[in-house]
């Protein structure tokens, strides 16, 4: 079929869409301001592919749909720039940006002079270029005066748009600005990267760059790339920019994203406080920058001030302190975490980076060190972002001599307790876990807790003042609390001091599952220790029961009764159950009625009008039912108050019992 076979509907549809998409992807890249959802952009973008794939004979090299057209290339080929792209000078504290607007001043001679501020991306410069609206050509900086060909890839970045949009529309139009991966896109690249065991990238300029120069676009395309333009080289077109600002406000109009933190700045103090503002919000900001860019706005004013070298007088970059360096692994240390982790850490000769001198990085877990190939006294790259947590790039293999491999220890640095690894975990972990130090908050926060020994009164902030202030280090001491100990913390007074004692007394009187659940056994949650009072009905016979013995109760697998059997073998941990049982009781569990519902497995959705939820739960457990958050095919049955949800509509979908409250109630 030939173009002019091609029904005119069909035609205007294809341009409407076009049109449509472009103006969709000025507002999501240049304004920020999508204004419809993603799923009717994709929408747009499938009816538009449809109608090209029906009519080939309408496919156009800017379509939206071609940003990935082009077949791979065996090299790049080189671009001269028509203007240079020119380095710029760089200023490292106040000093040196004050000699600079002094310098500035003179030249001109004013004592007034208004600046362009602008972040400055730690990516890759390129040069774009423009032909009547169309985009030609794109090459890299190079060597400032010819760049290599990247046009193909260029083409494959969603933000820059392959067609100017607006009025005016210069003949010519070569925009300058840098390609960049944010934060985000970068995490995503490393993870694909890490699934097929493919290189991961140190920092997301390296990524940027490395995605730029692949001579498979199609490559590029499935890597998160941005763009900003933060100028112009040569141009032919009818508005005369009086202004850098006003040139950069232009490229918005045309459908070119720019910064959106630019600002227009007078004095030398407005710099300063800008500077300061980026680099404390430098954190925060979806992408890497190295600095911030100052330039003389006025454009009369730029050509008065001229070059000197390859770099502009009028431009100037104020770079943060560097957030890598090099440094040296004295030693390779394990910190405990609050839930028994166990964390390597790198002890780094000091180092200044990011505005703070390091001294210690992390490591991760013994996997990253492996991964990495970190070894004490090697030389590495060290990282940090902002307040981020120091962490180790790279190892530096050029520079390894006499180094030794790090040793995961098999015990508990803090405790002295096993440390062990489960399968298929990262994470090693110590098994002290009620007598571990490193981990006695998180302990008696969980061992307080309601579902557990429900202690009223004593919440996080009061904890952590009895163990800071000595008084508790482990569960078991709750239990010698006095009065008067317990009214030496701040703001606790005789009255408050009486309540947690007297919760604390209360709370002597439990029942055998919520004191196994208490323990903070890792993999035994409530149905777990419900399950396990069940069965062995006495707390001796889980201490002694084996592997084997505790893998045949029903809802506990491998992993579970290699926690529990685990945990009871610990001496640390038998010598605070044996204080606890002194002063915890609990009734014999009966073996009666009180597996009526064993086996069973209840969800429990929506508002009850006869009991609270919590309390449902506990009526079910009791009778030997297992309560779950979520509904699937091995649901029993699903009870639903009003409003029920999503629970309800799941298990209907599924042919999943259901039962009203009602029909609970008779059912108990």
Not at 11 to 36: A, C, F, G, S
Not at 289 to 309: C, P, T, Y
């Amino acid at each position: 079929m030939t173009l002019q076979q091609v029904p005119e509907k069909v035609q205007k549809q294809i341009n409407m869409l076009r049109e449509t998409i472009n103006q969709h992807n000025y507002q999501y890249y240049v304004l920020d301001d999508p204004n419809i959802p993603d799923s009717e952009y994709d929408r747009l973008l499938r009816e538009l592919i449809d109608i090209e794939t029906e009519f080939p004979k309408l496919v156009i090299p800017n379509s939206p749909t071609q940003r990935v057209g082009a077949t791979p290339l065996s090299e790049f080929g080189e671009i001269k720039h028509t203007v240079p792209m020119l380095s710029l000078s760089n200023a490292f504290n106040d000093e040196e940006m004050q000699a600079f607007n002094k310098r500035i001043n003179e030249r001109l001679e004013t004592d007034v002079v208004m600046y362009s501020a602008e972040t400055k991306l730690d990516g890759l410069a390129v040069s774009i270029r423009y032909e009547n609206a169309v985009l030609k050509t794109a090459a890299t900086r190079g060597d400032g005066y010819s760049g290599e060909n990247i046009t193909h890839n260029i083409r494959t970045i969603q933000s820059i748009p392959l067609n100017l949009i607006g009025d005016n529309i210069p003949e010519l139009l070569e925009i300058r600005g840098e390609v960049f991966m944010t934060h985000k896109g970068f995490e995503e690249l490393n993870n694909k990267q890490r699934e097929k065991d493919g290189k991961l990238f140190a920092n997301p300029r390296n990524a940027a760059a490395g995605s730029l120069r692949q001579l498979d676009p199609k490559i590029t395309a499935q890597r998160s790339l941005s763009f900003f333009a933060y100028g112009i080289g040569d141009y032919k077109g009818d508005i005369e920019f009086t202004s850098h600002t006003q040139i950069l406000e232009q490229l918005k109009q045309w459908g070119i994203p720019v910064s959106p933190e630019t600002k227009e700045l007078k004095n030398l103090n407005s710099c300063l406080n800008y500077y300061k503002d980026i680099g404390e919000r430098r954190a925060s900001l979806a992408y890497e920058i190295d600095g911030v860019v100052f330039k003389v706005n006025d454009l009369l004013q730029q050509q008065a001030m001229g070059f000197v070298s390859r770099a502009p007088r009028w431009a100037i970059a104020y770079k943060f302190p560097p957030i890598e360096e090099i440094t040296r692994v004295l030693d390779i240390e394990v910190q405990v975490g609050r839930t028994g982790a166990i964390t390597p850490v790198a002890r780094l000769e000091p180092v200044f980076v990011g505005g703070v001198t390091i001294t210690n990085a992390t490591l991760h877990n013994l996997d990253e060190v492996l991964r990495k190939d970190v070894r004490i006294g090697d030389w590495v790259y060290i990282r940090r972002a902002g307040d981020v947590i120091p962490e180790v790039v790279s190892v530096i293999k050029e520079k390894r001599g006499d180094v030794t491999e790090f040793k995961m220890p098999e015990v508990c640095p803090v405790c002295n307790s096993t440390v062990e690894r489960q399968e298929g975990e990262a994470t090693y972990r110590c098994m002290g876990g009620l007598s571990c130090a490193a981990q006695n908050i998180q302990a008696i926060i969980h061992f307080i807790s309601r579902k557990a020994m429900d202690i009223d009164g004593l919440g996080e902030k009061i904890v952590v003042q009895l163990t800071e202030a000595g008084l508790v280090n482990t569960v078991d001491e709750l239990y010698s609390l006095t009065k008067e100990q317990v009214a030496s913390l701040e703001r606790m007074g005789e009255k408050s001091a009486d309540n947690l004692i007297e919760a604390l007394d209360k709370s002597r009187e439990t029942t055998l599952d919520r004191f196994i659940y208490s323990l903070g056994i890792r993999e035994v949650g409530e149905a777990t220790a419900r399950s396990l009072a069940q069965h062995f009905k006495e707390l001796e016979l889980i201490e002694t029961a084996s592997i084997e013995k505790l893998e045949q109760i029903s809802d506990i697998g491998p992993v579970a009764a290699h926690n529990i059997h685990s945990f009871f073998q610990e001496p640390h941990n038998i010598k605070i159950i044996e204080i606890l049982k002194k002063n915890i009781h609990w009734p014999v569990v009966e073996e009666n009625e009180s597996t009526t519902l064993d086996g069973m497995t209840f969800v429990i959705t929506g508002t009850l009008s006869t009991m609270g939820r919590t309390e449902a739960r506990q009526k079910l457990m009791a009778l030997g039912a297992k309560v779950s958050g979520s509904v699937s095919k091995k649901t029993t049955y699903v009870v639903y108050g009003d409003s029920p949800g999503s629970k309800y509509e799941k298990a209907v979908q599924l042919g999943v019992k259901t039962l009203t409250e009602q029909e609970m109630l008779e059912l108990l």
